[in-house]
């Protein structure tokens, strides 16, 4: 695992979401493609929800300006040009996906479980979020 932090952001491969969707054409089709990926999935990978719950990031800070850590200095700006876009029919994948990535066939979840120091933190970081969106 490639994390730094409980974070949405503190993991290499999140910024490789933040990547994709940056240089995304179709960005509400991407994000409801990688919520998709991971809701009804029987097994959600390790690459699969960091794309969820980074989209789901990038949802709660258009919506909800939530101050996210994140090392790429043109996030902020970035979201904000999102604004103009119809994101409210993502929200109800958003959140179904953020609970697929909590649940007992994720990937992250069992890796994070072996954090014992920073698993409740991480866990509660989504939880948080998911709220948020609600």
Known sequence: MGAWNYGVFDDD????????????????TDMEKYFDAVIGAEYVGYDEGHYALVSAAVLDSAFNETPYRCDD??????????KSLDLAPLKHKAIVAIDAVLSDCSE???????????YGAWQEDKISMRERLR
């Open 108 to 118: 992250l979840k069992e890796l994070w479980l072996e954090n014992r120091e920073l």
């Open 73 to 82: 200095e043109d996030y902020f700006k970035w979201v904000h040009t999102l």
């Open 13 to 28: 491969t999140a910024y490789d979401a933040l990547d994709d969707l940056k240089a995304s054409q179709e960005i509400t």
